[in-house]
């Protein structure tokens, strides 16, 4: 009988009772030996594969294509389609259920999930991954714990206090409830007991707290899960419990300040940002943020909603810092910005600082350099790395006049410097974050009056998405089993990064404003600059890119180690890696239609 792990596999995941009895009684297991094959080139096919046991390797047209591994379906559209004119050879032992192809007709015609899995395209199987992620976001979310959760501190007041000043502290706190002491209990009095007591016969400013108040609270420790938290909310009736470690109270959770938890994490560092008041507050919200991004992972969170939120709080950080240390005159005559991944709204963890300054012409300032040098100093503070390359604006080329900074970015556009592509690409994702933002639209209109009808300049700034090489000898590497250890992938040079590139060049030429990827690429498509099947295909691939980067990061981080962009094939999933090879191929094809649309054969 097939093992139970088997429907909670990707795409059995989603069969109804009686599908899965259905495949459970068509299926028939076969064990193979090493080198045996399991699907011979130019053969009849009438059953798929799942594997249980071992691994096996799809080989086309002499190549070798896909690695597969226990839980995989192999050969299934073979199936469906009677012939194959691949091989599919074991690897090691390999124990497999043979899947008739009339049980596939009748789960492709039953289940409209399990046919899009089968059947789709590389885009569709990128997509419905990221659903079966949000599935889960919320039950992961409800198994946090309640400390993780906004838990107010306790306000107390005395139980032989009059309703009336009750209500004017309560009010001078700013809070809608208030723990009541009388003796050896504590009791909670709320604004919805104030309504209750009003018709009570002794006047409000006679009537004792402890005479309204509740005393039978309901208490959760700090270590318990948030869904425990709230099945006692329910199961009582109650909008408030105390949180208490043993015999001490540390606060009140409210069932709104607990729902506002699950439903977004972030609020509570956004919080935390507005109200500071020092740069030393400012920077325990900023070091909270990483922490904020794990676990918004280990919840499912779709890795472009974690870039939206990281995005926001970034920018609230730097504006806050910026107006905590720069005098008025200066916010207003000057354009504080953030670039690269960052402009874009792309960076998750906190990678190194990519910002600049641009100054009003004429405007000065005595002390300006060792402010941006304070500026970035805090930022190295706060976690964000100073930049290897020193793109911060406490490096005088990124902290300069309107008028200067043009010439500058004309030398970038025309000159021959070693870093003058690589400088202009991180300018063009330029983001203002506070000051004066009609600094930077000027410096953006200049690039664009200049680059009017400049092929050749498009042609070279493009050429830049394939200095890394053709990653296409990985998609034979990455179905490989033996030595695949020792394998290590760059998940930028030779992921993101042709495909951000290749859209901000075109994004660049169509003179389309969007600074994102994703929106770049909406624009492209909408403009009819980019084919529309090929922008969901490329954007499908840079979330999964951004997706493996991220966990990498995370599992990089947990080891102690320090976070890069490399990824040990090692440490993929069989799923992981077909999925990367799909990204890959949507890779290669862009790089295609960049040579293409640029002639960069003949350059």
């Known amino acids: ?21 259905l495949l459970r009684g068509s299926a028939e297991p076969a064990r193979f030996a090493p080198g045996a ?23 086309e047209d002499g190549e070798a294509a896909a690695l597969y591994g226990p839980d995989d379906v192999c050969a ?34 039953g289940n409209g999930r399990f046919a899009a899995w089968l059947l789709g395209d590389v885009s569709r199987r990128l997509a419905d991954t990221g659903r079966r992620r949000e599935q889960r976001e919320f039950l992961s979310l409800m ?87 709230l099945l006692l909310m329910i199961r009582h009736r109650v909008h408030r419990v105390l949180v208490r470690d043993g015999e001490a109270i540390l606060g009140v959770l409210s069932q709104l300040d607990l729902m506002s938890f699950v439903a977004n994490h972030s609020h509570l560092i956004a919080l935390q940002i507005q109200e500071a008041g020092s740069v030393a507050e400012l920077r325990q919200a900023a070091l909270q943020m990483d922490a904020l991004v ?41 354009c504080l910005i953030v670039m690269g991944s960052e402009g874009r709204g792309e960076q998750i963890l906190k990678t190194d600082q990519d910002n600049g300054l641009l100054l009003r012409d004429g405007f000065a300032m005595e002390g300006l350099a060792a402010l941006t040098e304070r500026f970035s100093a805090a930022l190295t503070e706060f976690g964000y790395p100073r930049c290897p390359g020193d793109i911060m604006l406490s490096n005088p080329l990124w902290c300069q006049p309107l008028a200067a900074f043009k010439e500058t970015l004309r030398g970038w556009m025309f000159g021959a410097e070693a870093d003058a592509t690589l400088n202009l690409a991180i300018f063009l994702d330029a983001a203002a974050v506070a000051g004066d933002a009609g600094l930077l639209r000027q410096a953006r209109r200049f690039i664009d009056e200049f680059l009017v009808d400049n092929d050749a300049f498009f042609a070279r700034f493009a050429s830049a998405a394939d200095q890394f090489g053709e990653p296409g000898g990985w998609r034979a590497r990455l179905a490989q089993l033996r030595g695949r250890g020792e394998q290590a992938f760059d998940l930028k040079k030779l992921g993101t990064f042709p495909i951000v590139h290749g859209v901000r060049t075109l994004a660049l030429q169509h003179r389309v404003d969007e600074l994102g990827t994703a929106a770049r690429l909406q624009a492209l498509a909408a403009g009819r600059h980019l084919p529309a099947a090929m922008a969901r295909d490329l954007l499908d691939a840079l979330h999964l890119l951004m997706g493996l980067k991220l966990d990498n990061n995370l599992r990089q981080r947990q080891a102690g180690a320090a976070s890069d ?21 949507i890779i290669r ?14 350059l």
């Open 143 to 229: 198994m946090a714990r309640v400390r993780d959760a906004r838990v107010r501190e306790p306000f107390y007041v005395d139980g032989a206090l009059d309703l009336i000043s009750v209500c004017r502290l309560m009010a001078q706190q700013g809070v809608s409830n208030a723990l009541v002491r009388d003796g050896g209990r504590i009791g909670m009095f709320t604004t919805t007991d104030l309504r209750d007591a009003l018709l009570h016969p002794v006047p409000a400013n006679e009537l004792a707290v402890r005479d309204v108040a509740r005393f039978e609270l309901v208490s959760v420790a700090p270590d318990a899960e948030v869904f425990e938290a």
């Open 37 to 59: 094959l399991l699907l011979a080139a130019d053969s009849q096919a009438d059953h798929a594969w799942l594997l249980v046991e071992g691994h096996v390797q799809l080989v």
């Open 565 to 585: 962009n490399v990824v040990r094939l090692s440490a993929l999933g069989t799923l992981e890696r077909d999925l990367l090879r799909d990204a890959l191929s």
């Open 294 to 334: 794990a676990l918004l992972r280990s919840a499912g969170t779709r890795v472009e909603v974690i870039c939206s939120l990281v995005r926001h709080l970034n920018r609230q950080l730097f504006a806050c810092l910026w107006a905590m240390l720069a005098p008025a005159d200066l916010v207003a005559n000057s």
């Open 76 to 109: 299934a559209r073979d199936a469906l389609a009677g012939r194959t004119g691949a091989v599919l050879r074991a690897l090691d032992d390999v124990l497999a259920w043979r899947i008739p192809r009339a049980t596939l007709q009748a789960l492709i015609a």
């Open 1 to 21: 009988m097939l093992p139970p792990s088997s429907f909670t596999a990707v795409p059995f995941d989603g069969l109804t009772p009686d599908e899965q009895t």
């Open 589 to 602: 094809r862009f790089r295609q239609h960049l040579r293409r649309h640029y002639k960069l054969e003949s």
